[in-house]
Structure formats: structure tokens, C-alpha cells
């Protein structure tokens, strides 16, 4: 009855799995085909990676064989009845398929072949793939066989424990307690001696899963445990994949190591891990080239094709394990975010970004006090510059000066005298007295006003701006320069809006920029004949600007281009220092203004530069 049930779950598993596994083909192919033929059951992982990289390789290609896989599930199903009524039933299976290619993966399923000379398909190529040597006498029992080796990892597993753990001294070495996994770890225990890395083999099974993890609790502190994937425990039970892992890498009190690349991620540190699915990749590359003719008896596979390093962050933490101490290409899975280890490059990279960025502010911050210093110290030297402008060109009004003080001062005298001769008499008439007291009154406001604006014009301060009205400024410095003027003999007009033009300036700046113009263009005409000298001072608001321009009818301007005149020490006077039309540019430019000069078509020379108007409100 027992053999039956046996029978007929071994037929439901391989029937599951030819559907999970094989390709979808119509009955009548005319391709080639691949059996691939497994010890352990589909449930298992490792199967499962080995399956899914060999069908990766195969498939891939152009124009792919067709795929059947079948399990012996040996684990659980392990008597010579239920191997042998198997037997019939692929054959049964198989009696009207033709297979190319037959791949035992593992001893188990190479010994199900060898026992009966490859029965039930006697005569099919076999290529075989196993880690390490195997028992199986093939080339008596299977001569159509040749095989693929892959290099034992375990020694090397054992090397990077010792590397990364130096006091290490015993290896506890956990496996399941079937036959069939007797029969696949029982050596390690002498691999373990082998290895000649100072080790000594820790067996720690017990009946049970619990006592195998009780006695995990309480191992020496020079001890490892090492997880052999262990499927059953003493009693029989069957145990899942990751359960023995879990339970045992948590209750131990010292760290796990595994062989499976497929199991980290249950508790365990990691180590050198067979990966299957590059595993099964490489078998079915080495498949294809079996179909194609290739018959070399036995290839071998170094351990680095199918292995990999890889380690469990969080149990290195747990365990202290510093990550400096892996071997070099290692994998570290399930980090837990950690800004500075994992975006190390892009923080640094954005701190260099934000050093430059403070470097450039601080420097622009540096340079502006600079500059705005230096602007201040401008203003102070263009102050004590215009200064001492104005007291030259105070001198050069001096007549003019005298002049207007004179003639009040001349007429107060006048009427004072009159008043006396009038008091004198013995009947004074008041009425003619107070037109006189008035007239000294109003030539004394004149006299006070001449010295009002002297005393403006010459006062040294810095530029201060306030409203004021353009118009009236260029009248006034008209008025000043007047006498000056008669006694050149040159006619001046002055030409401004009825209507205010405010600005925000300077007055004493403005009006000595204005005379400084003035002054110049009385100069240009020295030679020309009196009755041609003719200078007109015109205001012209223009929108958001208005343009003040001094217009003379002297020979022009000799410079080219025209606006050299401006720059510090150009002059066309025998004794002048040329410093009165730059002061006056200075001047200009300071209040937001340009400054600019040409030679009229008609002859003689414009001066005029432009202030920008403020809005009323």
C-alpha cells in the first residue's frame, strides 16, 4: 500500500512538474530534447534555481530544444520498490518521446541511471553535474556519460570565516538526519580537518529541531555554526526551507554561516555562497554544446563561476563583524539606510558645491564693502576735488563777485546818505525817508543773496541728494556767471519750461557741474568777434529725463572724438588743468546722468548731459 501512495505521488509530482517546467510544444516536434532528471523535490529552493538557470541558458538560444524535468524526490521517497515502479512509470511516460539528452542533477539521480544502464532510456547521452566527485563507477555502468565537476566551495567557506573571525576554532555543523543527507554531509566533518585552517568539527544534532537549537544557546565563545540545510530532523519531520536558519541563527550565541546563496536573509551572516541559478546556467550551456557534438568525458568548474560573497548587513551588526574585515568583492544585502554610508560621494560632492558657494558669497560680500568703501572714498575725493574746482573758479568770478556786492553796497551808501541830509533839515519829510529805509532794505536782501549763494557754492561737503528744480538752478548759475559774461561781452540766453523740472541731486554740485559748462563756453569764444558770441543755456525734459545743454558759437571742439574733453588733464588753456570737465562728468555720473559733447553743424560747440526727472505725485 505504501509503495502505491508512493507511486502515485511520484507520478503527481512529475506530472506537476513537466507542466511547471517543460515547454509548451505541439506532440509532434521534430526538435531535440533535454531531460533534466533531479534527486530532491520541486518545493526546494535550490532545485527551483537550478531549473530556472539552466532554462534561462537553454531557451535563450534561437531555435531551443524542447525541456522535460522530472524529480526522483529521494528525501522522502527513498525504498528500492517505489524507485524501481517509478522507473516503469516514466518509461511509460516516455515510450513515444524522444529524448537527445538526459542531465541528472545531483548523485542521486546519476545512481538511478547507473543501476539499470540508464533504463529507461538506455543509449541516451547523459551529461551529469555534481559538486565534487562522485560514486558512481560511469564509466562501467553509463559509458555513454560524461561529466561536469564542480570545485568543492566548503574549504573555501571555511577560509572566509577564519578571515573575517580569527579566533575561530570550532565549526558546529548542523545537518538533517535522512539518509540521503547522511549521505551528502556526512564527510564534512572530516573536510572540516582537512581544510588545515586550525578547525575542529562540532557535531550539533540532536533528536530533535528544539534540542539541536537549545544546544545552539550555549556553544564555546571560538565557535561557528555552520547550516548544511537540513530538510528532516531525528523524529522525521519534515522541516521547511528556511525553518532550521531561522531558529537556530536566532537562539545561537554565536554567528551562522550558510551554503546556499538562496537562504541568506534567515538569520544567518552569509559567507561564500553557492548561488544555483548561475549553477544551472553553466550546466545548460555545457547541454547545448553536448547537442551540438561536443564529448569531452569531464570538464571542471572552478567554485568563482558559481559562487558569490555575500553577507547579511543586520548580522554583521548583531555580531560586530566591521565590514572592512570581508573579503574584497563582497555583496552586503539588507542595509538599513544610512545617509552617509550609502550617498557618501553625493554628500561630499554637495558640501564641495556649498563650500564654493559660501567661498564665492564671502567673496562677493568682501568685494562689496570694497567697492561701496571705494565709492565712498570716490565721493569724499570727488568732493574735495569739486571743492577746490569751485574755489578756482570763485577766482576766476572774482570781478563778477565784486561786481554784484558792489552795486548794492553802493546804492546803500547812496541812500543813507540822503536819509542824513534828510534828518538834517528842520522839517525831514517821512514819506521820503521810508522809500529810502526801503531801498536800503531791498539792495541789503540782494547783497545778503550774492553772499548766500558764494558762501553755498564754496561750502565743502559731500553729495547730498534732495528735490530741486532744474530751471531755477540753471538760472541762478546763469546769474552768477553775469558780469562775467558783460565783460567778456557775451550775450547769454537762458532757455527753460515755464513748469518745474525736478530732480533729486545735489544743488552746490549741479550748479558748479552747470558753471563749469558755462564758464568753458565763454572761454571757447575768446576768439571769436563780440557780436558772434552768443551762449544759450536750454533745459529740455524728455519723459523720464530732462536734458540741459550749453550752446556756444565758438570755433568747436578740437578734440576727437569729442568726448576726450572729459577725461582728467585735457585742456586747451595755456594755464588750465583740465580737471573742470571731469569733475563735471563726475559730477553728472553721479546722479544717475551721462554727460556728452560734438561740434554744431552751424559751428561752435554743445555740451549737455541728462538727469533723470522725478515723478510727481
Not at 512509470?89 to 513515444?96: G, I, P, S, T
Not at 581544510?195 to 562540532?202: K, R
Not at 544551472?280 to 557534438?293: H, I, N, Q
Amino acid at each position: 500500500m505504501q509503495r502505491v501512495l508512493g507511486l502515485l505521488l511520484g507520478v503527481a509530482l512529475a506530472a506537476a512538474g513537466e507542466r511547471a517546467f517543460a515547454s509548451p510544444q505541439p506532440e509532434a516536434d521534430d526538435r531535440r530534447a533535454i531531460l533534466v532528471f533531479i534527486g530532491d523535490d520541486f518545493s526546494r529552493p535550490w532545485v527551483q534555481g537550478m531549473i530556472d538557470g539552466f532554462r534561462t541558458a537553454v531557451l535563450s538560444r534561437p531555435n531551443p530544444p524542447v525541456l522535460y524535468v522530472e524529480t526522483l524526490d529521494a528525501l522522502r521517497f527513498g525504498d528500492q520498490a517505489y524507485i524501481e515502479e517509478f522507473r516503469d512509470w516514466l518509461r511509460l511516460k516516455y515510450r513515444e518521446r524522444k529524448i537527445d539528452l538526459i542531465v541528472p542533477l545531483g548523485e542521486e539521480g546519476l545512481d538511478f541511471l547507473a543501476r539499470k544502464s540508464g533504463e529507461p532510456w538506455p543509449g541516451v547521452p547523459i551529461l551529469y553535474a555534481d559538486v565534487g566527485s562522485v560514486s558512481v563507477d560511469t564509466r562501467r555502468d553509463l559509458p555513454q556519460a560524461i561529466g561536469m565537476s564542480f570545485e568543492d566551495s566548503f574549504p573555501a567557506s571555511l577560509g572566509v570565516i577564519k578571515q573575517i573571525l580569527p579566533g575561530t576554532r570550532r565549526v558546529a555543523l548542523v545537518m538533517g538526519a535522512s539518509e540521503l543527507e547522511w549521505k551528502r554531509f556526512g564527510g564534512f566533518a572530516d573536510k572540516v580537518r582537512q581544510a588545515n585552517l586550525g578547525l575542529e568539527p562540532l557535531p550539533l544534532n540532536r533528536p530533535s529541531l528544539e534540542a539541536t537549537v537549545e544546544a545552539a544557546s550555549h556553544l564555546p565563545d571560538d565557535a561557528v555554526v555552520f547550516i548544511l540545510a537540513p530538510a528532516t530532523d531525528a523524529t522525521g519531520r519534515t522541516l521547511t526551507q528556511t525553518e532550521a536558519c531561522e531558529r537556530l541563527s536566532a537562539a545561537a550565541n554565536r554567528p551562522s554561516f550558510l551554503m546556499g546563496r538562496h537562504d541568506l536573509g534567515c538569520g544567518a551572516v552569509g559567507g561564500l555562497l553557492r548561488d544555483f541559478r548561475i549553477f544551472g546556467s553553466v550546466v545548460g550551456e555545457r547541454a547545448l554544446a553536448r547537442l551540438a557534438g561536443d564529448t569531452t568525458p569531464m570538464v571542471h568548474v572552478p567554485m568563482e563561476r558559481y559562487t558569490t560573497l555575500a553577507f547579511d548587513a543586520r548580522q554583521l551588526s548583531r555580531w560586530s563583524i566591521a565590514e572592512s574585515s570581508l573579503p574584497a568583492n563582497s555583496t552586503i544585502l539588507f542595509r538599513q539606510e544610512n545617509l552617509w554610508r550609502d550617498h557618501r560621494r553625493l554628500i561630499l560632492a554637495v558640501l564641495a558645491v556649498v563650500a564654493v558657494q559660501t567661498c564665492l558669497i564671502a567673496g562677493l560680500i568682501v568685494e562689496h564693502r570694497r567697492r561701496r568703501r571705494a565709492e565712498i572714498e570716490g565721493r569724499q575725493h570727488l568732493a574735495a576735488m569739486a571743492h577746490l574746482d569751485r574755489l578756482a573758479v570763485m577766482g576766476e568770478l572774482t570781478a563778477s563777485v565784486a561786481h554784484e556786492l558792489n552795486q548794492p553796497l553802493g546804492a546803500i551808501l547812496q541812500n543813507a546818505e540822503a536819509a542824513k541830509t534828510l534828518l538834517d533839515r528842520q522839517d525831514p519829510k517821512v514819506d521820503t525817508l521810508k522809500e529810502i529805509v526801503e531801498d536800503i532794505r531791498n539792495d541789503d536782501k540782494r547783497a545778503r543773496e550774492v553772499i548766500r549763494r558764494l558762501r553755498t557754492l564754496l561750502r565743502k561737503h559731500e553729495l547730498e541728494t534732495e528735490p530741486l528744480d532744474v530751471n531755477e538752478l540753471a538760472r541762478d548759475t546763469v546769474a552768477l556767471a553775469a558780469f562775467d559774461a558783460d565783460s567778456k561781452g557775451v550775450k547769454v540766453t537762458v532757455d527753460v519750461p515755464p513748469t518745474p523740472s525736478i530732480v533729486a541731486g545735489d544743488r552746490v554740485h549741479l550748479q558748479q557741474a552747470l558753471l563749469n559748462l558755462v564758464l568753458n563756453g565763454m572761454e571757447a569764444m575768446a576768439d571769436v568777434p563780440e557780436e558772434r558770441r552768443r551762449l544759450t543755456v536750454r533745459a529740455t525734459p524728455n519723459h523720464q529725463w530732462i536734458d540741459v545743454a550749453v550752446i556756444d558759437s565758438g570755433p568747436g571742439i578740437s578734440q576727437n572724438p569729442p568726448s576726450k574733453i572729459f577725461e582728467p588733464f585735457v585742456t586747451s588753456k595755456g594755464d588750465g588743468m583740465g580737471m573742470g570737465l571731469s569733475i563735471a562728468r563726475s559730477i553728472v555720473e553721479a546722479h544717475g546722468g551721462r554727460i556728452d559733447a560734438r561740434t554744431n553743424d552751424g559751428g561752435g560747440a554743445t555740451v549737455h548731459f541728462t538727469l533723470p526727472l522725478q515723478r510727481q505725485s
